[in-house]
């Protein structure tokens, strides 16, 4: 039995369903929408069934429609609500976010270990740590002035597409730094065909040319690709993390932080197999 019929019970609905929630966690800054599907146990299958869609069309295509049908519902319905949040309520919906990815770890875990776990894999996830803390820190410096161009739309759509493909890398975080999270949200909403044209070509180009390769990591590299994307995961979070407040606030805050947590682990529990 291939990979793909692993999740044939899941169903349209639910598929779909999970589909919304990865779609919400590639558009929420900090989090990723590959590290959520890992969690969900869908990762793996997915990729799966995209470098196999010429040999097993009519499998691949039941599982990926319904994911990406949610996918892109998720982008697009929470991108509506995720402008007015960021700007009034922005540490909140960080932690409440941040819960969700704490509460998806020990899925994430069990996946990557998998095979067995090897002290060497601390060496990829360091690495990777490096290198997130590297590369946050570059686009928050290169922030560009006034309209996007077309070469910023095509990067913007590159970044969308690494943080969709490879776990661990928050899209929408590192679009945030480059200060043009906002601008591609409210072009988005506004079906400013122009930027989604643009955006939709980098996103392509980048995901053509990652996909077999993640393929390939995954399964000659298992462990070490897994716990390099924990690294990029730990760097993205260290970089979002709003700080702590005082007094309601806190509170609030870490009630959300832990409603988050509790859900996630929940979710991931009856859903991973």
């Given at each position: 039995?291939?990979?793909?019929?692993?999740?044939?019970?899941?169903?349209?609905?639910?598929?779909?369903?999970?589909?919304?929630?990865?779609?919400?966690?590639?558009?929420?800054?900090?989090?990723?929408?590959?590290?959520?599907?890992?969690?969900?146990?869908?990762?793996?299958?997915?990729?799966?069934?995209?470098?196999?869609?010429?040999?097993?069309?009519?499998?691949?295509?039941?599982?990926?429609?319904?994911?990406?049908?949610?996918?892109?519902?998720?982008?697009?319905?929470?991108?509506?609500?995720?402008?007015?949040?960021?700007?009034?309520?922005?540490?909140?919906?960080?932690?409440?976010?941040?819960?969700?990815?704490?509460?998806?770890?020990?899925?994430?875990?069990?996946?990557?270990?998998?095979?067995?776990?090897?002290?060497?894999?601390?060496?990829?996830?360091?690495?990777?740590?490096?290198?997130?803390?590297?590369?946050?820190?570059?686009?928050?410096?290169a922030k560009p002035?006034?309209?996007?161009?077309?070469?910023?739309?095509?990067?913007?759509?590159?970044?969308?597409?690494?943080?969709?493909?490879?776990p661990g890398i928050?899209?929408?975080?590192?679009?945030?730094?480059?200060?043009?999270?906002?601008?591609?949200?409210?072009?988005?909403?506004?079906?400013?065909?122009?930027?989604?044209?643009?955006?939709?070509?980098?996103?392509?180009?980048?995901?053509?040319?990652?996909?077999?390769?993640?393929?390939?990591?995954?399964?000659?590299?298992?462990?070490?690709?897994?716990?390099?994307?924990?690294?990029?995961?730990?760097?993205?979070?260290?970089?979002?993390?709003?700080?702590?407040?005082?007094?309601?606030?806190?509170?609030?805050?870490?009630?959300?932080?832990?409603?988050?947590?509790?859900?996630?682990?929940?979710?991931?529990?009856?859903?991973?197999?």
């Open positions: 039995m291939n990979k793909i019929d692993l999740k044939a019970d899941l169903g349209f609905l639910k598929l779909f369903l999970l589909g919304i929630i990865i779609g919400i966690a590639s558009i929420t800054p900090g989090l990723s929408g590959g590290v959520i599907a890992v969690s969900l146990g869908l990762y793996t299958v997915a990729i799966d069934a995209i470098v196999n869609i010429r040999k097993q069309f009519k499998k691949s295509f039941a599982f990926l429609f319904p994911l990406c049908l949610g996918a892109g519902i998720g982008i697009i319905s929470f991108g509506i609500v995720m402008k007015p949040l960021l700007e009034h309520y922005e540490v909140a919906v960080i932690y409440l976010f941040m819960g969700l990815v704490l509460g998806s770890l020990p899925s994430f875990f069990k996946e990557a270990a998998s095979g067995g776990f090897r002290i060497i894999y601390i060496v990829p996830m360091l690495i990777a740590f490096c290198v997130g803390m590297l590369l946050s820190g570059t686009i928050n410096s002035e006034g309209e996007m161009s077309m070469l910023t739309l095509l990067i913007s759509g590159g970044i969308f597409s690494v943080g969709m493909i490879i928050s899209s929408s975080f590192l679009l945030l730094q480059m200060g043009v999270y906002d601008k591609l949200i409210t072009a988005f909403l506004g079906f400013n065909i122009g930027v989604i044209f643009w955006v939709g070509i980098g996103f392509v180009i980048v995901s053509l040319l990652t996909i077999k390769l993640v393929h390939m990591a995954l399964n000659k590299f298992h462990g070490q690709t897994y716990f390099a994307a924990f690294g990029f995961l730990v760097s993205s979070m260290i970089c979002v993390f709003p700080g702590f407040q005082t007094g309601t606030a806190l509170i609030i805050n870490l009630l959300l932080f832990a409603a988050g947590t509790a859900f996630a682990y929940i979710l991931m529990k009856k859903t991973v197999k």
